[in-house]
């Protein structure tokens, strides 16, 4: 198993800059691609961002390109989400989540799911 554990989120008004982290542990030799989605109430859950664990060129929704920077720092087992330029549009429940194969924009191809972290921006 892997166990994912997101932070980070907060409160930020339009325009400002939040980073957020998935630490995971557990079987982390499995992971393949670790992934960020995203879900406001009523709305499904989103692809935001996706980084091979080993390398490669990160993937971004349109949306979020040119703002959002996906990361990761493999001796330290996370990922990070650099957020900046933030709309209010962005306000969401943030979750990072892996996949043993590839990367993918379906969240249902995601194996294990951290608990998500809360990002609001006001304006």
């Known amino acids: 198993q892997v166990q994912l554990v997101e932070s980070g989120g907060g409160l930020v008004q339009a325009g400002g800059s939040l980073r957020l982290s998935c630490n995971a542990s557990?079987?982390?030799?499995?992971?393949?691609?670790l992934g960020w989605f995203r879900q406001a109430p009523g709305k499904d859950r989103d692809f935001v961002a996706a980084?091979?664990?080993?390398?490669?060129?990160?993937y971004y929704t349109d949306s979020v390109k040119g703002r959002f920077i996906i990361s990761k720092d493999n001796a330290k087992n996370t990922v990070y989400l650099q957020m900046n330029s933030l709309k209010p549009e962005d306000t969401a429940v943030y979750y990072c989540?892996?996949?043993?194969?590839?990367?993918?924009?379906?969240?249902?191809?995601?194996?294990?799911w951290g608990q998500g972290t809360q990002v609001t921006v006001s304006s």
């Open positions: 989540a892996t996949n043993s194969e590839s990367v993918d924009r379906r969240a249902w191809q995601y194996e294990y």
């Open positions: 557990g079987r982390t030799d499995s992971i393949h691609v």
């Open positions: 980084i091979g664990w080993s390398g490669g060129t990160p």
